[in-house]
């Protein structure tokens, strides 16, 4: 299953290191990655200033923490509260992975109550329903189809603490990379190109 519409096969190393990776490591690099794409999507609707940015994102900036990017993402209306909600359960999970010396695996009592309250197989079948119902009407366009597509292989995996984690993951990945690439086309810049694996 592809994580990335963005550069798929420039970004297959990194997705392939999180699919073989122990709890842990899948986990902390997984938030990375979706944190590196949620600053990429929060840039492409500024002013496109280097030392200015730098200052912003950087070292102790007021934006260089994941905390803050998914809040001010969401003043920004790039996501909207439940993702919002969803965004801090991430990383609320990433850094018990990463600061709790003692929290190995996603079957961790303090990982699995986070993980529960994250969306589950039945939800993602839920939301496919949905989209193939608008397919099926002919209300969506190609795109609606297109995101149909990308679900399905989401429903046949297991309804475990680390797939609701991932699955997660690559849903707002998926949302994040299509609305960051029509953001940079809206404001005269060189969208990027999307690719599937």
Do not use: C
């Not at 993602?124 to 297109?146: C, P, Y």
């Not at 680390?162 to 609305?179: D, G, P, S, V, W």
């Amino acid at each position: 299953m592809a994580w990335t519409i963005r550069d798929a096969k420039r970004e297959k190393a990194i997705i392939d290191r999180i699919d073989q990776g122990d709890d842990r490591s899948a986990a902390i690099l997984a938030a990375s990655f979706l944190e590196d794409r949620l600053q990429k999507a929060i840039l492409a609707r500024l002013v496109h200033d280097k030392v200015v940015i730098g200052e912003m994102f950087k070292g102790y900036g007021p934006l260089a923490t994941f905390r803050a990017k998914i809040d001010l993402a969401f003043l920004m209306s790039i996501i909207g509260a439940p993702m919002r909600q969803h965004l801090h359960r991430i990383r609320e999970i990433r850094n018990r992975f990463a600061h709790r010396l003692d929290v190995h695996h996603f079957e961790a009592i303090e990982i699995k109550d986070l993980s529960r309250k994250l969306p589950r197989i039945k939800d993602i079948a839920i939301l496919h329903a949905s989209v193939q119902a608008l397919v099926n009407k002919d209300e969506g366009s190609k795109s609606l189809g297109f995101i149909a597509i990308w679900l399905t292989p989401l429903l046949s995996m297991p309804d475990t603490e680390r797939n609701a984690y991932m699955n997660t993951l690559k849903i707002f990945l998926f949302m994040l990379e299509l609305t960051t690439h029509f953001a940079l086309l809206d404001h005269d810049r060189e969208g990027f190109s999307l690719e599937m694996i």
